[in-house]
């Protein structure tokens, strides 16, 4: 079984940047295609970053490409989502997820390992 926690959420005002961690453990960590999804008060959930097994190949939602960028260390277990430049819309719950292939990630097509989430909050 895999767990994930992520850390790293927190308040900022637009324009600031902030970078989540998700650490997880139970897996060989380049084993597993990882994620990064959010979702707003009464908003469905959203693709926001996904990133293969050794970080050769990411995707990013077109809300996101050029403010974020997703990024993982498996000597650390840890994949990072790094967000610049932050606008109010931003705001939500940030989840990290994993899976042993990347499509169901891409495709938002039920990734197998889910994170609690972290709330990050973009003040205007």
């Known amino acids: 079984q895999v767990q994930l926690v992520e850390s790293g959420g927190g308040l900022v005002q637009a324009g600031g940047s902030l970078r989540l961690s998700c650490a997880a453990s139970?897996?060989?960590?380049?084993?597993?295609?990882m994620g990064w999804f959010r979702q707003a008060p009464e908003k469905e959930r959203e693709f926001v970053a996904a990133?293969?097994?050794?970080?050769?190949?990411?995707y990013y939602a077109d809300s996101v490409k050029g403010r974020f960028t997703i990024s993982r260390d498996n000597a650390k277990n840890t994949v990072y989502l790094q967000m610049n430049s932050l606008k109010p819309e931003d705001t939500a719950v940030y989840s990290c997820?994993?899976?042993?292939?990347?499509?169901?990630?891409?495709?938002?097509?039920?990734?197998?390992?889910w994170g609690q989430g972290t709330q990050v909050t973009v003040s205007s």
């Open positions: 997820a994993a899976d042993g292939d990347i499509q169901p990630i891409v495709t938002m097509n039920n990734p197998r390992y």
């Open positions: 139970g897996r060989t960590f380049s084993s597993l295609a």
């Open positions: 990133i293969t097994y050794y970080g050769l190949n990411t």
